[in-house]
């Protein structure tokens, strides 16, 4: 599975839009981009995922580049309780280890 | 809504101790993960299963066993419990082995042994 790199802590306004990168730079063509996120005390919570388009739902969006060696998730109304871990995974669909890999993640705080 | 619970949120237990950890899920899902989470290290997967009665071990299953018995209860077993175990744990179900794969988290047992 391709490694991700992301910085370890960023800030944003409450309101104003989080813009959370990751590098993937060793992505291979049928790996998926996830991200999740971790709220203090509690367990992991899917946000998105995507291949190679540009995905939005209800909680963000997602864009990857065109060479898919990044990409950046989205909040668009930073809130206080969007103060979270965010986690960027790469994975290939199937095989026999059905697990995502978590790394460290970047700590976002959302400032009043 | 997918639920997982966890057997204890808070656990003390002593050096040497037999520790069970449960995990159940109510959505009927095949697969089933147990990961701890320690400061600095993010989640690291122990074990996971994909179906009733089969284990894989994941990135460090050392000191650790598992048993599914039922397709919705995944048990971590810690057979002699260490202070290197204190950690928090994590149980999460998954739906398949599709390409698209969204895993459902419990809220997490803190053990601590001493």
């Known amino acids: 599975d391709a490694k991700t790199t992301q910085p370890t802590s960023m800030d944003c306004a409450e309101g104003r839009a989080a813009n959370l990168p990751c590098n993937h730079s060793?992505?291979?063509?049928?790996?998926?981009v996830y991200w999740y996120r971790q709220i203090h005390s509690q367990g992991p919570q899917y946000i998105i995922h995507?291949?190679?388009n540009n995905e939005t739902n209800e909680m963000a969006s997602l864009i990857i580049t065109e060479d898919r060696k990044s990409s950046t998730l989205i909040l668009p109304h930073a809130t206080l309780r969007d103060t979270a871990v965010y986690y960027c995974?790469?994975?290939?669909?199937?095989?026999?280890?059905?697990?995502?890999?978590f790394g460290t993640g970047t700590r976002l705080t959302v400032i009043p | 809504d997918v639920k997982v619970t966890q057997s204890s949120r808070y656990l003390v237990k002593r050096t040497g101790e037999k520790v069970f950890l449960e995990c159940v899920q109510d959505?009927?899902?095949?697969?089933m993960f147990w990961y701890r989470q320690d400061p600095g290290l993010g989640l690291r997967l122990i074990y996971f299963?994909?179906?009733?009665?089969?284990?894989e071990k994941g990135d460090i299953p050392e000191g650790y066993s598992v048993s599914r018995e039922k397709k919705e209860r995944f048990s971590l077993i810690l057979e002699s419990a260490s202070t290197n175990q204190t950690s928090m744990y994590l149980c999460?179900?998954?739906?398949?082995?599709?390409?698209?794969?969204?895993?459902?988290f419990g809220p997490g047992t803190r053990l601590t042994v001493t």
């Open positions: 999460a179900s998954s739906p398949g082995t599709g390409p698209f794969y969204e895993q459902y």
């Open positions: 060793t992505i291979s063509g049928n790996e998926y």
């Open positions: 995507g291949l190679k």
């Open positions: 995974i790469v994975r290939a669909p199937g095989g026999g280890a059905n697990n995502l890999f």
């Open positions: 959505m009927d899902h095949e697969n």
């Open positions: 299963s994909y179906d009733v009665k089969m284990k």
